[in-house]
């Protein structure tokens, strides 16, 4: 079955410092990732996706990741946060099941942003 | 930009009653869902609906749980009896095709008393 990992619960970043959130997966092929940010009373907002191609995704708001398959992981990498990235950020596998699909969410990782 | 919509935003109900959250899925998809989140926990996969039938559910869909595609536009997610274990945020996903994204809702708040 498939599975994901966010080993993070909570980071906190300066305003203007990189930001790496780290995301495992367990599926037997090739899996469809994503990120999702949720703000704050908010629903779920697609960051970026990886289905094939090239290892390194560009998202929306700056935020960028890449698929190793060596490391089962595809971490969420922003070179400069903003205050308003303050959100919770969730890691998805897509992976078919009986012929349809269901997207397996990881517990997320809470980022606080902090002048 | 498309998007899914759901209604309402926030619903207070009794334990035992009847609920019936709505979704409007973007025009041109093929594929909906639910999910939801318990405070505190992970977004969970409810149903998906495909072709007028359920495709999947996960052991949290019971027998009190039931979806509708009433018309054309309109998803909806029913909870005939409900438990004080139901309040969560009530999440509906649409996608276009098979495998392809999903596109998520701002979410129904469910509190039951």
């Known amino acids: 079955a498939q599975s994901v990992t966010q080993p993070d619960i909570h980071i906190t970043v300066s305003e203007g410092a990189s930001l790496e959130l780290r995301c495992n997966y367990s599926?037997?092929?090739?899996?469809?990732l994503f990120w999702y940010v949720q703000s704050p009373g908010q629903g779920l907002q697609l960051l970026l996706k990886?289905?094939?191609?090239?290892?390194l995704v560009q998202g929306i708001k700056g935020f960028e990741a890449e698929f190793k398959r060596s490391q089962s992981s595809f971490n969420l990498r922003k070179p400069s946060v903003h205050w308003s990235d303050a959100a919770e950020y969730f890691c998805a596998v897509v992976g078919d099941s009986g012929g349809y699909q269901k997207v397996t969410f990881g517990t997320g990782t809470k980022l606080q942003v902090i002048p | 930009e498309p998007e899914v919509t759901q209604t309402p935003s926030h619903q207070v109900t009794q334990m035992g009653q009847e609920v019936i959250l709505r979704c409007v899925p973007i025009s041109n998809h093929l594929y909906f869902y639910w999910y939801r989140q318990i405070l505190g926990q992970k977004v969970e996969f409810l149903v998906s609906?495909?072709?007028?039938?359920?495709?999947?559910k996960s052991e949290i869909f019971d027998d009190q749980f039931s979806v509708e595609r009433p018309d054309g536009s309109n998803f909806t997610l029913k909870i005939r009896s409900t438990k004080l274990e139901d309040s969560a945020m009530y999440f509906c996903?649409?996608?276009?095709?098979?495998?392809?994204?999903?596109?998520f809702g701002p979410g129904t708040r469910l509190l039951v008393l």
């Open positions: 996903a649409s996608s276009a095709q098979f495998q392809e994204t999903q596109y």
């Open positions: 609906f495909y072709n007028n039938e359920i495709s999947e």
């Open positions: 990886y289905f094939s191609g090239d290892t």
């Open positions: 599926y037997g092929a090739t899996p469809y």
